[in-house]
T-cell receptor
Framework: QKEVEQNSGPLSVPEGAIASLNCTYS??????FFWYRQYSGKSPELIMS????GDKEDGRFTAQLNKASQYVSLLIRDSQPSDSATYLC???????????FGRGTSLIVHP | DAGVTQSPTHLIKTRGQQVTLRCSPK?????VSWYQQALGQGPQFIFQ???????QRGNFPDRFSGHQFPNYSSELNVNALLLGDSALYLC????????????FGPGTRLLVL
């Protein structure tokens, strides 16, 4: 089992829809969870971090964490073509400041 | 406020050669981490430098080495290049207390022929 798993996609949604990106992780002691956005040919950009069970909202983005199920998700409301990118899930295992990344999910928002 | 900078942006080398990549951290940051990102994969942690010492290392061979200078800038050296070393090399900087939040530079794309 990979430490951080994501469906590579692509996930295709129409403009204005909600995009739902999912991530599971294997280490139960993980404490910190991050979502990065990476445009093609560019470096990752941090968009959300979450540390506690539940939802965390920032603008059109909502991160959801369920530690019991070892599951973290990212919802993007009112998706725009400019949201088309690869979304990387990153998890810090317990006691570590080094994130382990999933392979990313490619999101395509079509007009 | 200057962000993380890396040089060069692109590099082409041949097998067996050696390469040095450079990184300057975001202003106020003193911890630098290096990652390798192969096409279609997430970044893989190589090592982290703090106070001019390697603080933590990922699962990479000794061909990968690094250095941090007193001004917190850092170098990544790769010896005896292999075709499989072709990747985007990312530098990320962070604060030691807030080290969980990492800020990435634009990366250096290395092609080994």
């Amino acid at each position: 089992q990979k430490e951080v798993e994501q469906n590579s996609g692509p996930l295709s949604v129409p403009e204005g829809a909600i995009a739902s990106l999912n991530c599971t992780y294997s280490d139960r002691g993980s404490q910190s969870f991050f979502w990065y956005r990476q445009y093609s040919g560019k470096s990752p950009e941090l968009i959300m971090s979450i540390y506690s069970n539940g939802d965390k909202e920032d603008g059109r983005f909502t991160a959801q964490l369920n530690k019991a199920s070892q599951y973290v998700s990212l919802l993007i409301r009112d998706s725009q073509p400019s949201d088309s990118a690869t979304y990387l899930c990153a998890v810090n295992k317990g006691g570590s400041y080094i994130p382990t990344f999933g392979r990313g999910t490619s999101l395509i928002v079509h007009p | 406020d200057a962000g993380v900078t890396q040089s060069p942006t692109h590099l082409i080398k041949t097998r067996g050669q050696q390469v040095t990549l450079r990184c300057s951290p975001k202003s106020g940051h003193d911890t630098v981490s290096w990652y390798q990102q192969a096409l279609g994969q997430g970044p893989q942690f190589i090592f982290q430098y703090y106070e001019e010492e390697e603080r933590q290392r990922g699962n990479f061979p000794d061909r990968f080495s690094g250095h941090q200078f007193p001004n917190y800038s850092s170098e990544l050296n790769v010896n005896a290049l292999l075709l499989g070393d072709s990747a985007l090399y990312l530098c990320a900087s962070s604060l030691p207390q807030g080290a969980e939040t990492q800020y990435f530079g634009p990366g250096t794309r290395l092609l080994v022929l």
